[in-house]
């Protein structure tokens, strides 16, 4: 069974310049995260959808980050304008809708805002 | 609020020594208690997991036992490996309204010298 699958791995920006990253969930799974992992700390969930509406994004910066799910399969999440302090890992992370819930992590997208 | 606090790290132990990695949380409700691992260059990777107090969790010959009463699950491993050196992180679910929110502790990095 393919994972989580997350592009690109790798991303280096400017302030003020604008970034999106991918996620595709493990098939089958209604349930997406993404999370945000700054160097030296855990992960913080941004937001969670359930399939394509949004169950929790009490932790999302939304003046300056925004995500979707179309269609209830992919997800997009984008930062405009970015800060120096977005730097960080950005987790994406998916489950299934019933028991036991196991979230299962993608490999990441690393971020450097200069 | 809910929170995990994990032992500080980093920790570095020898091939074959006894590892204890101490996790203690804060929660309102009733969470799942969950240890997850993260090698290098790797996305998180579940663990082990509890569910209820007195549960035991074990994997790989790793163990934690959920205590209620301490507000605990630490982890445990009688013989560690050098390929055991990676970060662990000790984390809590709650379920609300739909939510199913991971709360994540700080993460502790271990090193295992041959």
């Known amino acids: 069974e393919a994972g989580v699958a997350q592009s690109p791995r790798y991303k280096i920006i400017e302030k003020r310049q604008s970034v999106a990253f991918w996620c595709n969930p493990i098939?089958?799974?209604?349930?997406l995260y993404w999370y945000q992992q700054i160097l030296g700390q855990g992960p913080k969930l941004l937001i969670q959808?359930?399939?394509?509406?949004?169950?929790?994004d009490s932790q999302l910066p939304k003046d300056r980050f925004s995500a979707e799910r179309l269609k209830g399969v992919d997800s997009t999440l984008k930062i405009q304008p970015a800060k120096l302090e977005d730097s960080a890992v950005y987790l994406c992370?998916?489950?299934?809708?019933?028991?036991?819930?196991?979230?299962?992590f993608g490999p990441g997208t690393r971020l450097l805002v200069l | 609020g809910d929170s995990v606090t994990q032992m500080e790290g980093p920790v570095t132990l020898s091939e074959e020594a006894f590892l204890t990695i101490n996790c203690t949380y804060t929660?309102?409700?009733?969470?799942?208690l969950f240890w997850y691992v993260q090698y290098p260059g790797e996305g998180l990777q579940l663990l082990l997991k509890a569910t209820k107090a007195d549960d035991k969790g074990s994997n790989k010959g790793f163990e934690a036992t959920y205590r209620k009463e301490t507000t605990s699950f630490h982890l445990e491993k009688g013989s560690v490996q050098v390929s055991d050196s990676a970060v662990y992180f000790c984390?809590?679910?709650?379920?609300?309204?739909?939510?199913?929110?991971?709360?994540f502790g700080q993460g502790t990095r271990l090193t295992i010298n041959p």
């Open positions: 098939s089958g799974h209604a349930t």
């Open positions: 984390a809590l679910k709650l379920s609300h309204q739909g939510a199913q929110k991971l709360v």
């Open positions: 929660a309102t409700g009733y969470p799942s």
């Open positions: 959808f359930q399939n394509n509406g949004v169950v929790d």
């Open positions: 992370a998916s489950s299934s809708l019933g028991p036991p819930e196991t979230q299962y």
